[in-house]
């Protein structure tokens, strides 16, 4: 037996395996991983979550790993738009935990691929293939749980392959110029600029949105104040210098009523039924309420538009007082500088205006009403199936579902036609709103609920008319705030999130590129219940002091970072003015107590 052959042929095998590492590193010289922040390091920058965030354990590498929850029609999808080469081969890998957890691609021009495990308790890797197709420059990858099977982990994605050579950066934009210019927005255009894939604005130096076209209006300004704008051209390869300067000040303010007080106390009055708080005159309602919304006029059927108002009766409320002092107690409130509106919907009643006719019976109506009592103005409080969005009806700016169309319109007529004092405000819930950001109609994949969000074109189309947007935190699911992170009732924090997502701007159903921009503060109150009785989601007073603390002065926030501060916001509304006197006041002495 030749005892030294198997070590000369282990000697030719490591020769061979040389080589073999030499020309596959070779080959591989050129591929690389074009994932950005794959190991989810830098928090979810360069990726979109619906519902997603990044936790320190349990980690594979590093210190930090994306943590998702999949709920509802939610899979919980984190997505990367990545630039690819085409005709190129590509491997995608990831480490998961949990159960029925996805990792994939699509838009490759061949065929989407993806690969899951079942389950997976401790680090598993998936890892699938594929080639792009000859004209393919952009793959999304993304990874996804499964409807209801609880939260998953992933860590340290990659997708390997050749990189793109970015080349240079564009070149800055020229023709700058502004366009329609309103009390709260100032509309800009520019040149395109070859190569570049999108655009930066910028106002007084500060980047504020980024847009894929040649124009952008800049929302959420302050009337009668002059900005400086510029725009910046960006492509793979980063931004590009800044445009000249282009100046504008926008116009006075033409929305809302001048002689609201800085700080204002807003409630609903029960005007036309009896609950178990009791009826409220009118005329007993305390001088701190700066803002009285009578509840409710209500449609003689869904979709009429022919919306009524019926004072309780005395069978109902044996203490109602006649037409004649109810009216009298409008003037007296109005003359001590109160505001009395009639507020529309409520719980039980619906309102959709599906038809031109219903809209116009919608103006006519509603002026009776406003004209017979004296009325200052219309609170919008529709719910449950009032306003909802055709499958087709995704760009909150440019709605086109006939609910939403003619709801704008008919709110619009109106104001024109009761001018500039005429006191518009609105009462959504949080579903319609916030939810927004995360989930916007039936979404991409349909399936969503198309309520979802269904009233941010009607706010973003009316926000220079706005007086008051006081969205009801009450009665409400946990809603994922700017932080990522989801915030549930019973505290200064859900409050406090609510608040700065109006007040900030939020991205619309998770897109960077479709911002629903921010509100001014003087058009924000909080909408909190008056009692325990009121509704769900009610605080006590500390908590309430804690909101107001956090919103306009930044402290006593707790765990969430605010994106501002807000001394002008306007205020707090409450339901009701009827269940806080069965409360003795303990919603108004906390405001008084707060503003004075």
């Known amino acids: 037996m030749d005892r030294f052959r198997p070590l000369a042929l282990l000697a030719a095998a490591a020769v061979t395996l040389s080589g073999v590492t030499a020309l596959s590193s070779a080959a591989r010289a050129a591929d690389a991983d074009l994932v950005r922040n794959g190991g989810f390091e830098s928090g979810l920058d360069g990726w979109t979550c619906s519902s997603g965030t990044t936790v320190g354990s349990p980690v594979r590498s590093g210190t930090s790993a994306l943590k998702a929850t999949p709920a509802g029609g939610d899979n919980a999808r984190c997505a990367q738009t990545v630039t690819v080469k085409p005709d190129s081969s590509y491997t995608l890998s990831g480490h998961v935990r949990g159960s029925y957890v996805y990792l994939g691609a699509s838009g490759t021009g061949t065929t989407d691929v993806s690969t899951w495990t079942q389950s997976a308790p401790d680090w598993q890797r ?73 655009y930066a604005v910028y106002r007084d130096g500060a980047k504020v949105r980024t847009v894929t076209g040649t124009s952008a209006t800049v929302t959420g300004l302050s009337p009668s104040t002059a900005y400086a704008f510029q725009v910046a051209a960006v492509n793979d390869a980063g931004e590009s210098a800044r445009s000249a300067t282009v100046t504008a000040t926008t116009a006075q303010d033409g ?60 069978t109902a409320c044996p203490n109602v007082e006649s ?139 009316l926000r220079d008319d706005l007086t008051l947007l006081h969205v009801q935190d009450y009665n409400s699911g946990p809603i994922m705030g700017l932080d990522n992170q989801y915030h549930a009732m019973g505290g200064a924090d859900f409050h406090i999130a609510m608040t700065d997502m109006l007040l900030t701007g939020f991205p619309v159903a998770g897109d960077q590129n479709d911002v629903f921009p921010p509100l001014r503060p003087d058009q924000v109150a909080i909408g909190m219940p008056a009692s325990t009785h009121a509704g769900n989601g009610h605080v006590p007073p500390a908590e309430v002091v804690k909101t107001l603390d956090c919103l306009t002065k930044r402290t006593s926030c707790g765990g969430y970072a605010t994106h501002g501060t807000w001394p002008a916001l306007r205020g707090l509304m409450t339901w009701s003015i009827n269940w806080d006197r069965f409360s003795n006041w303990e919603f108004q002495r906390t405001f008084d107590g707060y503003f004075g």
């Not at 005159?281 to 006029?297: C, H, M, N, T, Y």
């Not at 529309?344 to 406003?370: H, M, Y």
Request: proline residues 6%; contains cysteine.
């Open 255 to 314: 929305g809302g009523s001048p002689d609201l007080p800085p700080h204002a106390l807003v409630g609903y009055l029960h005007a036309s039924f009896a609950n178990g708080s009791g009826y409220t005159r009118l005329a007993d309602v305390p001088d701190s309420w700066d803002v009285i919304d009578l509840a409710f006029g209500e449609p003689t059927s869904v979709t009429s538009g022919d919306i009524r108002f019926e004072r309780c009766p005395v």
């Open 323 to 461: 037409d004649a002092e109810f009216k009298a107690a409008i003037r007296a409130k109005q003359a001590a500088g109160k505001k009395v509106l009639i507020s529309i919907g409520g719980q039980n009643g619906q309102v959709q205006l599906t038809t031109t006719a219903a809209r116009d019976t919608f103006v006519s109506s509603v002026s009776k009403i406003i004209d017979e009592y004296g009325l200052d103005g219309l609170d919008i409080d529709f719910e449950g199936h009032s306003l909802s969005l055709n499958a087709d009806d995704t760009d909150f700016k440019n709605p086109k579902t006939p609910v939403i169309v003619h709801l704008i319109s008919a709110l619009k007529t109106l104001k024109a036609r009761y001018g500039d004092d005429f006191v518009l405000t609105m009462a959504p819930e949080t579903f319609f709103v916030q939810l927004g950001h995360q989930y916007y109609g039936t979404g991409k994949w349909g399936g969503q609920d198309p309520r979802a969000g269904a009233y941010l074109p009607v706010i973003h189309a």
């Open 126 to 198: 998936l890892t699938t293939t594929f080639r792009t197709g000859p004209a393919t420059t952009r793959v999304t990858i993304y990874t996804h749980g499964w409807y209801g099977t609880g939260a998953y982990h992933a860590d340290d994605i990659t997708l390997v392959g050749p990189a793109v050579d970015t080349g240079q950066p564009p070149a800055a934009p020229t023709g700058l110029r502004t366009g329609s210019v309103t009390s709260s927005s100032v509309s800009l255009s520019w040149s395109a600029v070859p190569g570049a894939t999108g």
